[in-house]
C-alpha cells in the first residue's frame, strides 16, 4: 500500500497540518520540523497530490495565454514557445482567443482568475492605461508579450520595433528608393506606432515624403490599401506592418500587371512561414516569436515564484533583416 500524509506525520512525529504546510512550502514552518518531514517524505516514497496542492495553495498548475487573433500565423509560433517552455516547467496551458475584442479579453481574464491559474501572458490590442489599475487588484501575475503598454507596471518581452523599422527603411533608401509607402497596422498596437513612427522618422531624416495608409493586421487590409494607392501613385518600395500585410500588398501589386521587384520592392515583418513560400520570397524582418513566448514564461514563473518582487523588467530581444527576393 502506498504510504500516505498520515504515514509521513506518524514518521516525522508531526501533525498531517505540518506535513501539508511542508508540502506546500510554508515559510512558517521550523527549519528543523521541515527537514525532518522532508525526510520521511523521502524514506517512506510519499508522493504528494497535485489536487490537493493546488486546493491548498489556491492555483493550479496553469499559466493561462490571452491571444488577440490565433488566425494570424505568426501567434501560433510564440504560443508553442510559451507552450515549450511552461510543460518544461511542469505547467499547463489555458488558451483563449479575443478577435481583439476588449469586452472578450476582459471576460477571459476573469474567467482565468476563477480558474486560479498562476499567472496570465497577455498580447493586447485593445487593453489601454486605464485597465492596468483594474488588473493590479486580482493580484495575479501578468506578462505581456509583443504588444505593451507605455509605462507598463507589468514585465514584458518584445523587440525593439522602431529600430527594426528604422533598418528597414534605411535599406530602402540604401537601394536609390525614394518613393517608399508605408501600410500601417493597426493604429491602437504599439508595434504597430513604433513601426509607423520609424517609417516616419527615417523618411523625414533623409527629406523624403512619408506616405502611409492606415489599415490592420491582416491580408485584406494590406490588398485593399495597396490597390488603393495605386490608384494615385505608383511607389517604388513598401514596408509593410507584418507579412500578412505585404502578402495582400503583393497580390495588388500583381493584379495591376506590376512586377515584383523590378517595379515595387516589398519588406513585411514578422517573418511568418507564408514568408519563404510566396513568389517571390518575401524579404522581412525576423521577429523570434517563439523566443519571445519562452522569454514570457520565464519572467511569469519567476513571479510566481517570488524570484522577482521588484522593479518591471521589459526584455528586448534581437531581430534579423531577411533579404530574400521581394
Not at 22 to 51: D, M, T, W
Request: hydrophobic share 40%; glycine share 6%.
Amino acid at each position: 500500500m502506498k504510504p500516505n500524509i498520515v504515514d509521513v506525520a506518524s514518521h516525522a512525529g508531526v501533525s498531517k497540518a505540518t506535513v501539508s504546510r511542508v508540502i506546500n512550502h510554508n515559510p512558517k514552518v521550523n527549519p528543523e520540523i521541515r527537514e525532518r518531514v522532508l525526510a520521511a517524505i523521502q524514506e517512506l516514497g510519499y508522493q504528494p497530490s497535485a489536487i490537493a496542492q493546488n486546493l491548498a495553495t489556491s492555483t493550479t498548475n496553469t499559466i493561462g495565454l490571452i491571444l488577440p487573433d490565433i488566425t494570424n500565423p505568426y501567434f501560433p509560433a510564440l504560443a508553442r514557445g510559451i507552450e515549450d517552455a511552461a510543460h518544461r516547467l511542469g505547467y499547463g496551458l489555458f488558451i483563449c482567443n479575443t478577435d481583439n475584442d476588449f469586452a472578450t479579453e476582459q471576460e477571459y481574464i476573469q474567467k482565468m482568475v476563477h480558474q486560479r491559474v498562476v499567472g496570465i501572458i497577455l498580447i493586447s490590442s485593445v487593453l489601454k492605461e486605464k485597465n492596468v489599475k483594474d488588473m493590479q487588484q486580482l493580484n495575479i501575475p501578468f506578462v505581456l508579450c509583443d504588444r505593451l503598454l507605455v509605462d507598463s507596471p507589468f514585465d514584458s518581452v518584445t523587440i525593439d520595433n522602431y529600430k527594426a523599422a528604422y533598418e528597414a527603411v534605411l535599406h530602402f533608401i540604401g537601394q536609390g528608393h525614394k518613393d517608399i509607402v508605408h501600410l500601417a497596422g493597426p493604429p491602437n498596437v504599439h508595434s504597430a506606432i513604433e513601426r509607423r513612427q520609424a517609417y516616419i522618422d527615417a523618411m523625414r531624416a533623409h527629406q523624403l515624403p512619408p506616405v502611409v495608409a492606415n489599415g490592420s493586421f491582416n491580408y485584406d487590409a494590406g490588398y485593399h490599401a495597396m490597390e488603393e494607392l495605386l490608384q494615385h501613385m505608383t511607389p517604388t518600395a513598401v514596408f509593410a506592418a507584418n507579412d500578412l500585410v505585404a502578402l495582400g500588398a503583393m497580390s495588388a501589386i500583381f493584379k495591376k500587371g506590376l512586377r515584383i521587384p523590378e517595379d515595387i520592392s516589398v519588406v513585411g515583418c514578422d517573418d511568418i512561414l507564408f514568408a519563404q513560400m510566396s513568389y517571390p520570397k518575401l524579404s522581412t524582418i525576423s521577429v523570434p516569436a517563439y523566443q519571445i513566448g519562452e522569454k514570457a514564461v520565464e519572467l511569469l514563473i519567476d513571479r510566481c515564484k517570488g524570484v522577482n518582487d521588484g522593479e518591471t523588467r521589459n526584455i528586448i530581444l534581437s531581430h534579423t533583416f531577411i533579404q530574400r527576393e521581394s
